[in-house]
């Protein structure tokens, strides 16, 4: 069975930095396309970054992080990661991550499949 957790997440002021890990267990992570996302309290969970599977490692970014935020994979801790810096207010939000069914263009975010962790709070507060 596919299972993530998300960890990293903290308390921190705007212009601080924070890495986000997703962990996975019960399949090879590396043969996936995998996706960031995050849900504000009172809005929809949306897309941040994703991740191609394999060798391709070709990453996308939502308009609202790019230029701030990196994604990237570690195959040999099975552990995808979100590097967050230059936090602004808006970032807060319950990380979670998933599997997807791509990571290029625009509609990436909706072929996200159910698998969503506990996810991780980033808050961004001075």
């Known amino acids: 069975q596919l299972q993530f957790v998300e960890s990293g997440g903290n308390l921190v002021e705007p212009g601080g930095s924070l890495r986000l890990s997703c962990a996975a267990s019960?399949?090879?992570?590396?043969?996936?396309?995998i996706g960031w996302f995050r849900q504000a309290p009172g809005k929809e969970r949306e897309g941040v970054s994703c991740i191609s599977a394999g060798d391709d490692s070709s990453t996308y970014f939502e308009d609202s992080v790019k230029g701030r935020f990196t994604i990237s994979r570690d195959n040999a801790k099975n552990t995808v990661y979100l590097q967050m810096n230059s936090l602004k207010p808006e970032d807060t939000a319950v990380h979670y991550c998933?599997?997807?069914?791509?990571?290029w263009g625009r509609g990436w975010s909706k072929s996200a499949y159910d698998h969503w962790g506990q996810g991780t709070q980033v808050t961004v507060s001075s």
């Open positions: 019960g399949f090879t992570l590396e043969y996936y396309a």
């Open positions: 998933t599997t997807l069914g791509k990571c």
